[in-house]
């Protein structure tokens, strides 16, 4: 896709994702500094006086200790496009860390918007409630970055174009979670037990490999279809996805821990950051610093 200096979205990159549920990759970040800024993120992590959890299996949301990753969530360069697809005002509810070491499994095909997948044998919760209808084309985003080179050979991302508009999988069904299957490629979980229709097969759909270099992003719908490849080569995979909201969207509502990947969080940290314009709803509390005290910023 052809690129542009301004650092909104061009109508042509608008109707790419209304199109496809994904738009990218952008520059953000100098191919050198990307890994030196993660460098740095995992030594304020390992120092972090105040994390948000102790699990080492569970690596979300440490936006909300490490400085370098409570910049990286509000960079202009991010926000100005979410705000061409989502509108002005947006919070970042949630992000993760995905590390793909030499010899790991790619990550099975997903889809989702609640965000109910969890370890559970029981119906869930949804994380994300949504409350009304939009004038934009999504209430919900995930910025994917590489902070090292993610390409074919080391499980970049793939993506189903135009996948988002029809569900292939129930996500409110429960998953268990096993780690000795091959099938259960899915964190754990064997997400093609949700397909709707089990003769559906999305590889052959016409998958598009996201590579990527260090310090590009991609955003994406999670309702778009999407997995990664296995990690072929011997260089480490190291992606960051931050994800955000619409502020009519209610984050974590009846939901007070989550159970996933074998370990158990409690969510009594959990807020979420306004990274641009107003919350006009009130749903859900907002940090206006991280959990070490550093002031969030707004992007102008």
């Known amino acids: 896709m052809t690129q542009t200096t301004s650092l909104g979205l061009t109508s042509e990159q608008v109707e790419f994702f209304r199109e496809n549920g994904y738009v990218g990759p952008f520059d953000l970040y100098p191919a050198e500094q990307a890994p030196l800024l993660w460098n740095q993120a995992m030594i304020e992590m390992v120092t972090s006086r105040n994390k948000p959890h102790n699990s080492t299996v569970i690596n979300y949301d440490r936006h909300l200790d490490c400085n370098t990753l409570s910049q990286h969530i509000s960079r202009p360069e991010i926000v100005h496009k979410l705000r061409s697809l989502i509108g002005d005002d947006i919070l970042c509810w949630k992000s993760n860390i995905f590390q793909k070491q030499p010899g790991d499994a790619g990550t099975g095909w997903h889809q989702v918007e609640a965000f109910v997948v969890g370890e559970t044998t029981t119906a869930v919760t949804p994380s994300l409630k949504y409350t009304e209808e939009t ?58 037990e949700n397909k709707l229709d089990k003769d559906w097969d999305p590889n052959q759909e016409a998958i598009v490999d996201m590579a990527m270099q260090p310090g590009q992003f991609v955003i994406f719908l999670a309702k778009t279809i999407h997995g990664s490849r296995p990690n072929i080569s011997d260089v ?31 969510l009594d940290y959990h807020g979420c950051v306004l990274v641009s314009g107003e919350d006009r709803f009130g749903h859900n509390r907002l940090h206006q610093q991280n959990l070490n005290g550093f002031p969030f910023r707004k992007a102008d």
């Open 135 to 192: 004038s934009y084309l999504t209430q919900e985003l995930t910025v994917w970055t590489a902070f090292s080179p993610a390409s074919v050979e080391n499980g970049c991302l793939r993506f189903l174009p135009g996948s988002h508009k029809k569900w292939y999988y129930d996500e409110s069904k429960p998953l268990t979670r096993n780690v000795q299957s091959k099938s259960h490629d899915f964190f754990g979980y064997d997400y093609s």
């Open 236 to 266: 480490t995979r190291l992606g960051y996805a931050s994800r955000y909201v619409a502020p009519s969207v209610k984050v974590y509502e009846d939901v007070d821990s989550l159970s996933e990947f074998g370990d158990t969080i409690s």
